[in-house]
């Protein structure tokens, strides 16, 4: 079955400090994955996606995710924090089929909290 | 850019009572979902609706019934609602053209007291 593991349910940083959130998934096929950040009491936004193509993805907010099939990873960084990034991350495997419909699969989602 | 509207934002009930949340997804994109998003958990799949027919059920509870209009809209309707039915109710949509991307509102929270 289609699942997505984010190791690390809460990780503290400092303002100026670089960042990875871990994300593995298990798929049979090639997956489709994204990344969502959530402030608090707020909708889900999308930082980035990997659909095909170069494995390096570049998103908002200065935001960049690699994909490694050989790891089943897709790992969010960020070289240099800001204290608006403490949110909740969340990554996703996407079910895509016919007609772009897409079932989300989340992960249970990474705290993020900067410390100034 | 016009986003996915949901309303209402807020919404407290008691229990047993019946709660309805509405969705507006983003113009000519014609497929809505229904996700669940309990305190500190991640987003569930609850249904989706493809051009007004529901195409995929997820952990939604038979207390539960949804629907997509003529014009696109979806409400989602719960009844006898339980305390555990409190959550953060997100709905998004998409497009064939949008190869798969979902975009989300800012999500409706239910209380059930």
């Known amino acids: 079955a289609q699942s997505v593991t984010q190791p690390d349910i809460h990780i503290t940083v400092s303002e100026g400090a670089s960042l990875e959130l871990r994300c593995n998934y298990s798929?049979?096929?090639?997956?489709?994955l994204f990344w969502y950040v959530q402030s608090p009491g707020q909708g889900l936004q999308l930082l980035l996606k990997y659909f095909s193509g170069d494995t390096l993805v570049q998103g908002i907010k200065g935001f960049e995710a690699e994909f490694k099939r050989s790891q089943s990873s897709f790992n969010l960084r960020k070289p240099s924090v800001h204290w608006s990034d403490a949110a909740e991350y969340f990554c996703a495997v996407g079910l895509l089929f016919s007609g772009g419909y897409n079932k989300l699969i989340f992960g249970a989602g990474t705290r993020l909290a900067v410390h100034p | 850019a016009a986003g996915v509207i949901q309303s209402p934002r807020h919404l407290i009930k008691e229990k047993r009572e019946t709660a309805t949340l509405k969705c507006y997804p983003i113009p000519r994109h014609d497929t809505v979902y229904w996700y669940q998003q309990g305190p500190g958990q991640d987003p569930q799949f609850l249904i989706s609706f493809y051009e007004k027919m529901q195409s995929d059920k997820g952990s939604i509870p038979d207390r539960f019934s949804a629907q997509q209009f003529s014009d696109y809209h979806s409400e989602l309707n719960m009844s006898s609602l339980e305390l555990g039915d409190s959550a953060l109710y997100f709905c998004?949509?998409?497009?064939?053209?949008?190869?798969?991307?979902?975009?989300f509102g800012e999500g409706s929270r239910l209380t059930v007291l």
């Open positions: 798929y049979g096929a090639t997956p489709y």
């Open positions: 998004a949509s998409s497009s064939a053209e949008g190869a798969g991307e979902l975009f």
